[in-house]
């Protein structure tokens, strides 16, 4: 009985395996119909005249950021020593037409003095860099060839989490390398890529990977892979995709004018909290509060206001703030853009002209990079402003933090050096008027305090016990 017993037991695993086995997809047509379009790229960087070049730094002597470091390795001699006579990178990309456009990563044609494109048949075509975007970190590639295999262009607006995707590469070099595993989340903000909703997998991509596709079931294309968090130089299980309607956005630009022309607003905005939510009468913690608006911006122009709370644009919800740079970036400028937003306990809508995205260099001239907020754990050492402060600041109102003691100001965030220019939606003239207005602060809920530390706005939530 028992004999008969295990051997039921081991048929239902064996039928219930089968069964689990059969409802797994199969790649095998995929790979075989998909990977004549995917190429090898190739690039070499001549040393520079002091032999000095640098396989950490970027062309002009920038340091690469943390995360793109593994896609760079290839810049070293072997065993990670020093770099070669001419050094060389691998990464992957594919073929979007089949009179020799192609698709890879910024960053893996970034600096090169030539560029080599393998086919799937082992021919090798030197391209030329059509155009690069570091902002998405898109590349448009072309070779002079004909009759190429192409990949057909998805939707990754269609995509949906949980979904199996697949992806064809060239990681350490080795060709036409197959992984597999499934959607994590969309519309990932990654530091310093605020312009890309990143598709995340847990497909195993590795260095040689980058610039390759990104394949659904349907073998579409819906993403570019681009980067990877790793701690071991190797897959961890996080990696990202540029979406495909992103980059063949980009890749029309490139192609038609050899650069790309992003929507821009005009505002810094930041995170709405919990408390900051609750201070502004918001039934949940959702939104892009805006802390500044610059001059001679489109948002300035509508009417916006420092306060707001962006809670829409162009008809889709902004849940986190780092939703909206890359939502306004896909406007092309000149174009309106309604935006919805909460201001004093009421909803409304702008009509908004979306303007060109000013340089990385022109920003960095008109915008002072926020310093990071301090919640350490109200008492204020609080003096008005004089004409030299409000000259040396760029403000003209608010009172300046001289000391933070123990209490609700020090909880909220408040700091040495800060600019205290709202409170609870009341411009800041003078010390005394701040004391009134202390004094008459709701007990039972947060409100919104306004500062300017070190020359960026930020708003801080402060609670009155």
């Not at 810094?268 to 609750?278: C, G």
């Not at 915008?367 to 907020?373: A, D, L, R």
Request: overall charge negative.
């Amino acid at each position: 009985m028992n004999m008969i017993r295990s051997f039921i037991v081991v048929v239902g695993l064996a039928l219930n395996a089968q069964a689990w086995a059969a409802e797994l997809p199969d790649f095998t047509g995929l790979v075989k119909s998909l990977s004549p379009a995917v190429v090898n790229i190739s690039t070499i960087k001549e040393p520079d005249a002091q032999g000095d070049d640098d396989p950490m730094r970027g062309p002009n002597g920038e340091e690469i950021p943390e995360i793109f470091r593994d896609f760079f390795r290839g810049f070293q001699g072997p065993n990670g020593g020093a770099p070669r006579a001419n050094p060389q990178s691998l990464g992957s990309g594919f073929i979007i037409s089949d009179d020799g456009y192609v698709l890879t990563n910024h960053h893996v044609v970034d600096g090169a003095d030539k560029v080599v494109v393998r086919l799937n048949d082992r021919r090798e075509l030197e391209a030329e860099v059509v155009g690069s975007d570091q902002r998405s970190d898109v590349a448009l590639l072309k070779v002079e060839a004909t009759d190429l295999p192409t990949l057909e262009v998805g939707s990754s607006e269609a995509l949906e989490v949980g979904e199996w995707v697949l992806a064809i590469g060239s990681p350490f070099g080795f060709d036409h390398s197959v992984t597999a595993g499934i959607v994590s989340a969309k519309e990932r903000s990654l530091a310093g890529d605020s312009y890309v909703p990143f598709i995340q997998t847990d497909v195993a991509i590795n260095p040689g990977n980058s610039g390759g596709p990104l394949f659904n079931l349907e073998g579409e294309v819906i993403g570019i892979n681009s980067q990877i968090y790793t701690r071991s130089g190797g897959f961890m299980g996080l990696s990202f995709a540029i979406p495909i309607d992103v980059a063949m956005e980009v890749a029309d630009q490139l192609r038609d004018q050899g650069y790309v022309k992003r929507g821009w607003l005009g505002v810094i905005i930041q995170e709405v909290t919990r408390d900051l939510a609750e201070s502004f009468g918001l039934d949940k913690p959702s939104g892009a509060l805006v802390a500044q608006v610059l001059p001679d911006s489109p948002a300035l122009a509508a009417g916006l206001k420092e306060g707001d709370v962006i809670i829409s644009f162009n008809g889709r919800e902004i849940g986190l703030s780092s939703e909206l740079p890359s939502q306004v970036g896909r406007v092309a400028p000149g174009k309106s853009a309604e935006v919805e937003i909460f201001r004093n306990g009421k909803m409304l809508m702008l009509e908004v002209e979306i303007g060109l995205l000013p340089s990385q260099e022109e920003l960095a001239q008109t915008v002072v990079p926020e310093e990071p907020k301090k919640r350490t754990s109200l008492g204020l050492n609080v003096r008005d402003l004089n004409d030299e402060d409000k000259e040396r600041f760029d403000v003209s109102t608010g009172v300046l933090v001289e000391g933070v003691n123990a209490g609700p100001a020090a909880q909220a965030g408040v700091s040495v050096g800060d600019i205290i220019t709202t409170l609870n939606g009341e411009t800041i003239n003078s010390v005394n008027q701040l004391s009134d207005l202390v004094s008459e602060l709701p007990k039972d809920r947060p409100v919104a305090l306004r500062i300017i530390r070190r020359g960026s706005p930020v708003y801080l939530a402060l609670r009155v016990e």
